[in-house]
């Protein structure tokens, strides 16, 4: 069982950054793939970044590619997501996802089994 608790969303100017973090629990917290995935009003989840185990590894959508920047504190149980540059079609909201039987960079949903609650970010034009 991992749980999971996403907060540093809110209120951006376009060009602005934010830094999100997901405070992670559980027994096997610290060894599992972790991802953020982002929903907008009226659209479907869609993934975001992922990070191996160990953070040697990332992947990114290429909506954030050179803009946000995942990283992992596997000695705090947190992942966090650098956003920079943000512009209004980042408006969303953030989730953060551990991925407990996909090893490697998983990127779609339905390898993710825990989620959590979901911070709201706003980025104004």
């Known amino acids: 069982q991992v749980q999971l608790v996403e907060s540093g969303g809110g209120l951006v100017q376009a060009g602005g950054s934010l830094r999100l973090v997901c405070a992670a629990s559980?027994?096997?917290?610290?060894?599992?793939?972790m991802g953020w995935f982002r929903q907008a009003p009226g659209k479907e989840r869609g993934f975001v970044a992922t990070i191996s185990w160990n953070g040697d590894s990332t992947f990114y959508a290429d909506s954030v590619k050179d803009r946000f920047t995942i990283s992992r504190d596997n000695a705090k149980n947190t992942v966090y997501l650098q956003m920079n540059s943000l512009k209004p079609e980042d408006t969303a909201v953030y989730s953060c996802a551990a991925a407990t039987r996909v090893l490697g960079l998983p990127r779609l949903i339905r390898h993710f089994d825990y989620w959590g609650q979901g911070t709201q970010v706003t980025v104004s034009s």
């Open positions: 559980g027994p096997t917290a610290s060894r599992n793939s």
